[in-house]
């Protein structure tokens, strides 16, 4: 059913997440909080605003301040807005840096906040903020609200299981499309069009189609070529529902899956069933990364687990950043996209990528298309 | 049905095709200039745009929460004219074909301390020790490098060199521009024909993001807007600015007869972000009020364009629209009357916004400046009309853009 209003987020949710950052910034003694980034925005305020491709730079998007609760936000409009957040509380689009000033100034406790946390930085909010806040130092916002965001309530899981559904849907319409002739921008447009139609306009990322190579393990070609008979194509299908992300990565042959090389798909399996072991709740993930070694698949050039939420969570897991990842450990409640990439030279790649909750008794998919009964053998 | 704004002035100077390889060298010719002036050495780069400028590498923009953690950074270095790409998709035949594989690197997470310190690690190599660095924005992480980037304080701010870089576009960026525009149209034609009674909002995003992909856009960078304008301001949402709210999100809605639909939406091509903008009308013919309402628009954009030319200011077009519009700002205060386009879909020069009305009398247009106008007509009690209009400067005045037509009116 696709709505047809603007609503903020359901009530509970939202309270509850607010009261997870408020109790984050009185353990932090964060006086205001400054976010930027969409997510950490919807996280706090539980609004939706307009969904917008690509990295933002860093303004002063919604403020939190501890003392009074109140939760400041930029919104020229009322629609969409909670109820507790009144309008005296929303300041609008400008593109003058000397109102955003004026309006943060005017914050309750602004003049005399001592501790302000923002999200992220820019050149000219770093000269700008100091005369909004003069008392305070400028710190790190980001670590207390990777923590709270980085574990799930059930009612999040929900909402990325909701999202995950609208993204195989989706990617179900893109592989009915994969056939030999069809080019990867052609099979973006079908799954873009089958997320819309399903009443999502927001996807999480528009690379959406990748026809494997199958003279080295991750060259990308022209986004026109037309897949050849046998071609591997990765699909990432990722959306955007309620602000939560919901991502599923599958591999499908052109001409019929049936073609799969069956030591490839061998070996896939292999390194899924050590990378779900290693998901174990407490397990540091850097086993993840060990689970790619063991089974003697090259590391790949993207994240090996990425959190999944409102944009971006913890953890993150890539062989580019190896102490981090020992230095995170699984814990029940957290949601990632956990990521198997095996290439087979002459052959091409076999992508997976699945939605995992972590309970207590290990992971789960939060896919309803099973990684070992679909993606790779029928 | 009237023709589209090439009616009025056909497109002469801009080439049939861009040559990239050109664009790109006289891109890094511009900020190798302005870095030099500056006394800056090198510019990090983490904002998508302007890794994009730097580097002419096209990727598909996906939501902002994963491009701010999975951001591609560029490195300038002066003297070099060859940036430095730091991407997890360095073996993309595209990349490979233009750039040199020793300006090529692994992907670097700039959120965590380990990332910034092999980010740093590897910037020392690139950067003479004691280098003035620009950057555009930065995380927390990197704020406690201490080595290179913050080692005597803030950076010098990247973006104003970007933004000085990009202002006035070269040849080969306005064909490629006029592409992404072109795209955008064929796929608007498609939704247009589409509408009636009874289809969702969200059916005519569907429509939009297939034809849009097919005939070669890289991304959609807007969840594209359909709204629904009430007859009255005082139906709308409240304001902070007691004036009209949009743009609104595009819902499951149904479309009904008659209802007024205004129309924003924005695709990438090759490094550009297009704008569109149109009103409509559901299901039947606009009314003589109705016609009226886009017969004023036509004159203000007439105005406009008639003292749009380099050398004039950006008061010189808001005087224009407001004289042509009775007194009154032809724009919604929240916005602007015209905005510039390029590698994002609102940059310099913004004409008629809150920066003021002496920052719009400095404000001179240059030959290559790309501009967006978007002047509205509000006719309270009847709803209004909006449509945008994109159009290049030259020094004795303007070329068109775009060339979609005015149908229903």
New interface residues.
Partial sequence: M?????LPDEAALRLARRARVLAAMEEADVDLLIVG???NARYVSGA?R?????????GPGCVFVRESGAVHLL??????IPEEIP?EN???????AM?FVKVLSKIEGAATARRVA???????S?NLLPKAFPSAALV???PMLRQVRRVKSPDEIEAIRSSVRVAEQSLAAAAEALVPGVTE??L???F??????A?????????VACITSRQ?????????APAQPGDLVAFEA?V?LGGY?GEVGRTYAAGGAGDIDPELAQRSNELWDRLLDACGVGAPLSRLLDAYDAAGVPAP???VA?GLG???DLP?V?H?????AGEQHVEAGMVFALTGYVWKEGVGALYRQEPIVVTDSGPESLSTTHPRTRSLTT | MPAGLMAKAPPARIPAAPDFVRMQGERMERLQAIMVQQGLDALVLLGNTNVAYATGAIWSLGDSGRANFEQPVAVVVVGDQWPHLFTPVREDDRLRENMPADHLHGPVYLDFDEGVQLFAAQLGGLVPSGAVVGMDEWTNALRRERSILFASGAPKDAGRVISMAKASKTPDELSAMREGLRITEQAIADVQAKIAPGVRQTDLTATFFRTIFDAGADANILDPIWQVMPARMEDGPWTTTGDLACPLLSTGRELAEGDVLWVDLGISYAGFHSDFGRTWVVGREPSARQRAQYEQWQAIMGAVLDVTRAGATAADLTAAAIAAAGGIKPWMPHFYLGHGLGIDSAEMPYVGSDIGEAFDASLVLVDGMVLVLEPIVWDDGAAGYRSEEVLRITEDGWEPMTDYPYDPF
């Fill in positions: 696709t709505a047809v209003e603007i980034r969409e997510g939706p307009l969904w917008t491709a690509g990295s933002r730079a860093f919104s020229t409009w009322d629609e969409g309008h929303l300041y609008g689009i400008t593109f003058n109102n923002t999200d992220s930085m820019s050149g000219s770093a790190d916002g980001e921008r052609q973006t447009a079908v873009m069009e089958a997320m819309a139609a009443g999502v306009t927001t996807p999480s990322g528009q690379d080295g393990p991750w060259r990308r070609s022209d986004r026109d990722g955007v992300t050039p993207m994240p990425r409102l944009g971006f993150l890539t580019a950043l190896p102490l981090t």
